[in-house]
């Protein structure tokens, strides 16, 4: 089992910018794809961004394309989300995610076995 805490979340204003952190132990991070969702109040658990193994394929859910960036680093079994030109839309609990398996790409919920604790991210217009 891998454990998951992520961590950067906060309050800031329409514009501003936020980098999110997902810190991994308990399996070997650097075997997998990683993905960050995300969650607003009263809808369902989101797709926001994945990241391959390496580091050298990322992909994003279309409302964050152009705005945010994903990335990691494996010595530090950890994985970011920069988040630019924040919207109220963007408004939610946001979570990283671990896949059920090496040769998946976590794409929805049912790709991933394994979800931090989220961190809250709340845009002020």
């Known amino acids: 089992q891998v454990q998951l805490v992520e961590s950067g979340g906060g309050l800031v204003q329409a514009g501003g910018s936020l980098r999110l952190s997902c810190v991994a132990s308990?399996?070997?991070?650097?075997?997998?794809?990683m993905g960050w969702f995300r969650q607003a109040p009263g809808k369902e658990r989101e797709f926001v961004a994945g990241i391959t193994w390496s580091g050298g394929s990322t992909y994003y859910g279309d409302s964050v394309k152009g705005r945010f960036t994903i990335s990691r680093d494996n010595a530090k079994n950890t994985v970011y989300l920069q988040m630019n030109s924040l919207k109220p839309e963007d408004t939610a609990d946001y979570y990283c995610?671990?896949?059920?398996?090496?040769?998946?790409?976590?794409?929805?919920?049912?790709?991933?076995?394994?979800w931090g604790q989220g961190t809250k991210v709340t845009v002020s217009s």
């Open positions: 995610a671990v896949p059920r398996s090496i040769a998946t790409m976590p794409r929805s919920i049912a790709d991933c076995d394994s």
């Open positions: 308990g399996r070997t991070f650097s075997f997998y794809a």
